[in-house]
């Protein structure tokens, strides 16, 4: 099943006395790139939330949150002796640095990490055991999220897909008429030279075949039709290994294939099919960047 990089995930419970919040997104990435947001006493084990959140999801820009929701009756502590030195070593910054200090000490001191906790930031292992069930349950919904993106997907590819195989059809339908408007422009370009020499018509015969037989574009659309054929496959059987990158060289290739055609065929109905080709395939890469 195709995945899209684009999840989301949310889960919520009580763990030991305080409501938690867990909250996934994900965005379309290149690599894997993890911003982990929790709550202090939860930073010495933040590893093992990066670890399985790699193996869950992959790749892409991938937000986790966990939120706690203190109780209002909870123990509030100040740690006055750590505001006493954020305070002395940020009017010993204003002063170096020649800034007028602020007036509003207090409001900026007790946003500063760690001076005001809520009671014990000892974490046991059962608490963290109820964490990390709501993390990897929060990475289980954006999966599915992205598998369900992924199905949408998949059906948009396919239909871009499908037309630039009508495309192709089109093509082939029109190529025996450009051969013979190829082999009658060369004849009649050699007519109008006016040139009074004799002629050997097998030679004419055979420098005529050679240059049609260098225009000639059957190769192009033998392997055109493999790579499509190999991006259908790719999209049908990819049980749930990353596969954008594969499509998007499998892609690379249909544009290759596209663009020969274009220079080749010398031919207006052709080259209208090939403009609407290079289309399609401009949206399907365009798509393509968002599978994981």
Known sequence: MLKSMTGFGRTQSKVGKTNVS??????NSKQLDISLKTPFKYREREHQIRDFVSKKLLR????????????LDSEIQVDEILAKKYFKKLSSLSDNLKIKKPKNWLEILVKMPEVINSGNNLVEDEEWNELFLLVEKA???????????????????KSHLNLIEEQLLKVEKFDPERKIQT???????LKQANIDVQIDEIRLEQELFYYIDKFDINEEKVRLKKHIKYFNDSLENCNNEPIG?????I????GREINTIGSK???FEIQKCVVVMKDELEKIKEQLLNIL
């Open 265 to 267: 065929s010398n031919h």
């Open 22 to 27: 867990v909250l996934v997104r994900t965005l």
């Open 139 to 157: 990475c289980i919904e954006a999966d599915k999220f992205r598998a369900d993106e992924g199905a949408v997907l998949a059906k948009d590819l």
């Open 245 to 249: 990158k594969k499509l998007g060289f």
């Open 60 to 71: 892409g820009k991938i937000d986790v949150n966990v939120l706690i929701e203190e109780k």
């Open 183 to 189: 082999r009658e422009r060369l004849l009649k370009d």
């Open 251 to 254: 892609a690379q290739e249909i």
